[in-house]
């Protein structure tokens, strides 16, 4: 099969299949001509490697656990261990969402969204989290709702 196929049946962009080749995550035959000859083994690699990415898995993840799934001799503490972390790196993002929702909710219900040019959404933006000394540097803006 050609990129092209693969990219088809796959679901991933050609760009991508190369990506994952050129840094060694798949290593596709190359013929006489150069052009890719990908084999089925290949096709299953691209979609454990679809399926993991999809689930948010780092490429250095992706790496350890094509090799733990290419190992027979694997334990699936290994396997799990992995997941763990990424699990946890979820938890952290979900909680930093909630965290970012719940200031900006506060800030939009703050918000009167009339006619005049106080805005709670500008002021915490001009000044939140901010070093004091850059908080000079711009005035809070006006509400455009």
């Known amino acids: 099969m050609n990129i092209?196929?693969?990219?088809?049946?796959?679901?991933?962009?050609?760009?991508?299949?190369?990506?994952?080749?050129?840094?060694?995550?798949?290593?596709?035959l190359r013929g006489e001509n150069g052009y890719r000859s990908f084999q089925d083994k290949d096709l299953h690699k691209l979609a454990f490697l679809g399926r993991a990415r999809a689930l948010g898995f780092t490429i250095e993840d992706c790496r350890n656990l094509l090799a733990l799934y290419e190992d027979d001799g694997r334990e699936s503490a290994a396997v799990k261990h992995i997941a763990e972390d990424h699990l946890a790196r979820i938890d952290e993002k979900i909680a930093q969402l909630r965290s970012m929702r719940a200031t900006l909710a506060e800030l939009v219900n703050a918000c009167a969204g009339d006619h005049r040019p106080d805005c709670p959404i500008l002021n915490d933006l001009g000044h939140g989290d901010r070093p004091?000394?850059?908080?000079?540097?711009?005035?809070?803006?006006?509400?455009?709702?």
Do not use: F, M, N, W
């Not at 190369?18 to 798949?26: A, K, M, N, T």
């Not at 004091?132 to 709702?145: E, I, N, R, T, V």
């Open 132 to 145: 004091a000394s850059d908080q000079l540097k711009k005035p809070a803006g006006k509400c455009s709702h």
């Open 4 to 28: 092209g196929d693969v990219s088809r049946i796959s679901g991933l962009p050609a760009k991508t299949i190369r990506y994952y080749e050129d840094i060694g995550l798949i290593r596709p």
